[in-house]
């Protein structure tokens, strides 16, 4: 497991990443990383990381928000602007799988998938090449061919809205990892 100790986030909104206790319900007890307070899509990212083929994979509990209640994973990040994202809405019970270009979201894929609130979730992208499988608590739900952003890039975390959700058991590496 690597943690997410050396952060940048986004400073455009009013939404703050912090490390909180959540004693009873935290995989790695006692912290976790809980995103709250409102933004478009903010992120949180692990500086120094580079990867271009490999995996992410986050622990996540959806705990609040009326617009959305997600969470999510980054990869390929090169800035703010340019990025993929996978991330599971609990409000919506679905995973969806994004590319970020130019600082606009874009749909790659998004399927039903059940994402109650309030639990802790895995979820888990794999990338190589153009290929890109997307998996929640296991099981794979996209898997996807796409050459919209390539290279090596750093890893994080993601959000939508207003959504407040815990991260824990932050890891990346290659796929034999």
């Not at 912290?31 to 990212?45: A, D, E, K, Y």
């Not at 109650?116 to 998996?135: Q, S």
Request: aromatic fraction near 12%; hydrophobic fraction near 35%; charge should be neutral.
């Amino acid at each position: 497991m690597v943690a997410l100790t050396v952060l940048s986030a986004t400073a455009a909104s009013a939404e703050t990443y912090d490390f909180d206790k959540d004693k009873p319900s935290a995989p790695s007890r006692p912290n976790v990383l809980r995103r709250s307070g409102s933004g478009t899509f903010p992120w949180c990212v692990r500086t120094g990381a580079s990867l271009a083929d490999g995996f992410v994979e986050v622990k996540f509990k959806p705990e609040k928000g009326r617009e959305d209640q997600a969470g999510g994973i980054v990869w390929r990040w090169k800035n703010g602007d340019d990025y993929y994202v996978a991330r599971a809405n609990a409000l919506e019970n679905n995973v969806s799988l994004y590319y970020t270009a130019g600082g606009k979201r874009n749909t790659i894929k998004y399927v039903d998938a059940p994402v109650p609130p309030n639990v802790w979730h895995t979820l888990r992208a794999e990338f190589a090449g153009t290929r890109i499988k997307v998996l929640l608590d296991g099981k794979p739900y996209i898997e996807q061919q796409d050459t919209h952003i390539s290279g090596a890039g750093t890893v994080g975390v993601w959000t939508k809205a207003d959504s407040v959700t815990a991260f824990d058991d932050f890891s990346y590496g290659g796929l034999g990892n």
